[in-house]
Structure formats: structure tokens, C-alpha cells
């Protein structure tokens, strides 16, 4: 019961911070509700069927948040998932235009900013794939899910080439906000991603709050970020597959930041 009251007051909390970012999202008009009836087929990487790269607009979930337990009950979170003027103005996007097609690295960003995936040696790392019939051929999403619906992406795989379901991304300096747009790498299926945050780069750290989401493919990549009062230093981000769907990996991109002072 005490769980069920505490989700119950971070609901309340979230209905009454409304902004931009959710009216925006609110005022989609004339999509479609209807599920996709594709088959849950993997991308291929380097594939050549491209018949259902792309569904129509329609209306997606929101964002769940859960607090931490303890102090970290404590902290004021805001989550934004619809991309908004607020959210842009107030962060800085990572490049990684200067990262080589197809290769695998473990850290990328500028000497302001930089994100290590390997904080804790479980040797997880990414590879950036363009758009298209060799790299992510299917559509990411519409506005105001994403920024753009067609991204550069950086596919999560392990260092032996394999694809992977969960990443950690550790931060060279302390933020107080972070954002990053996310799709699994399975058409046809509706997939939960949670991402934790945690105060110091380790995944032995407390989780600090986590957001829970949606997202699916084609057309189904979702925006996750979030402004603390609190310090963070690393998002952990997983997959949570149904025990009938194969594993088959994740990507991101569009990642923003803002540094705390």
C-alpha cells in the first residue's frame, strides 16, 4: 500500500508540471490508433527489404517516473517527452559526426562533454550506423516524438560484434539534465525501456529515479530526458523484452545534455 501511495503522489506530481513539451503532444491531431500487425522480424543490419519502414502518426504513451527510495524521495524531477522549444534552449546535443561508419567505440563527445559506455568494464559499447538499406533503415519517428525521422544512430553492441539490450552511459561531468531518443531493433512490437539514474558513473550506485517508456519500430523511437534539482552522472539504459520476443538490441541518438553548475 505504502508503494502504491507513493506512485501515486509522483503521478499527481507529473499532471501538475505540465508544459510546452506535453501541450505540444496533446495537440496531435487525427492519428491513428491502430497496431501495427507486422510480424515481430529483426532488422537486418545490412538488409534489402524495406516494405514497412514506416507507419502512420499516431498517439504513444507517456513517460512513467519512479523515485528512488530514502533521500532520494526528496528530489524534483521533471521528465519531457515530446521534443519542445524548452527542452532544446536548455541543453547542448553531442556530436558524433566525426565517429567512423560502422565502428566500435566505447566513448565519444567533445572535451566539454564526453560519454563512456564501458565505466564498469562490461565491455558494451556502440557503433554508428547512417540511415538507410546497410545501416537503420526503418523510419525513427514523427515530430514532436523526435527531432528528426531519419537520424545517424549509434547501435548498442558488445566488442566480440553482438548486439546488446542494455548500455550504461557515464558522464565525464555532473548534469542535471539529460535526453536522449531511443528504438529497439525489433519491427512490430511495443517494447519497455527503463532507464535509471544514478548519482555517481558505477552501476553499483543507488538508482536515483528511473523513467519507464514505450517504444517500438518502425515509427516508435521515444524521446527520454529529464531536469533534476539533484545531480546525476550516468543513465542505465535496458530493454525489458516479453519472454517470446528475441533479443535483438537497441539504438539512440539525438543525445542532449546540460552540464550542472
Known amino acids: 500500500m505504502k508503494a502504491l501511495y507513493l506512485k501515486s503522489l509522483v503521478a499527481a506530481a507529473l499532471a501538475v508540471t505540465l508544459s510546452s513539451c506535453e501541450k505540444k503532444a496533446e ?5 491513428s490508433q ?3 500487425q507486422l510480424s515481430g522480424i529483426v532488422y537486418p543490419i545490412e538488409g534489402v527489404d524495406q516494405s514497412t519502414n514506416i507507419l502512420p502518426k499516431r498517439k504513444l504513451p507517456r513517460a512513467v517516473l519512479t523515485k528512488g527510495y530514502g533521500e532520494y524521495q526528496k528530489i524534483k524531477v521533471k ?3 515530446t521534443v519542445c522549444d524548452e527542452y532544446i534552449l536548455a541543453t547542448k546535443k553531442v556530436d558524433f559526426s566525426g565517429l567512423k561508419e560502422g565502428k566500435y567505440v566505447t566513448s565519444f563527445g567533445t572535451n566539454e562533454f564526453k560519454i ?3 565505466p564498469d568494464f562490461i565491455r558494451r559499447g556502440v557503433v554508428k550506423l547512417s540511415n538507410g ?10 515530430s514532436p516524438y523526435t527531432e528528426s525521422e531519419y537520424p545517424v544512430v549509434l547501435f548498442a553492441k558488445d566488442r566480440n560484434g553482438n548486439t546488446v539490450d542494455a548500455i550504461d552511459l557515464s558522464f565525464l561531468q555532473s548534469l542535471k539534465m539529460f535526453g536522449f531518443e531511443i528504438a529497439p531493433n525489433t519491427t512490430g512490437r511495443d517494447v519497455k525501456i527503463i532507464v535509471e539514474f544514478k548519482e555517481s558513473s558505477t552501476y ?8 519507464e517508456q514505450t517504444i517500438s ?15 546525476f552522472e550516468m543513465a542505465s539504459v535496458k530493454i525489458v523484452y516479453d519472454r517470446d520476443v528475441k533479443s535483438t538490441g537497441l539504438a539512440i541518438t539525438n543525445i542532449r545534455y546540460g552540464i550542472a553548475n
Do not use: C, Q
Request: glycine share 4%; aromatic share 10%.
Open 116 to 118: 563512456l559506455t564501458d
Open 34 to 36: 491502430l497496431k501495427t
Open 27 to 31: 495537440n496531435i491531431e487525427n492519428l
Open 204 to 211: 553499483r550506485s543507488p538508482t536515483m529515479f528511473e523513467v
Open 217 to 231: 519500430s518502425p515509427s516508435g523511437a521515444r524521446l527520454i530526458a529529464v531536469k533534476s534539482d539533484r545531480s
Open 133 to 142: 538499406p546497410k545501416g537503420w533503415w526503418t523510419h525513427w519517428n514523427y
Open 79 to 81: 521528465v519531457i517527452d
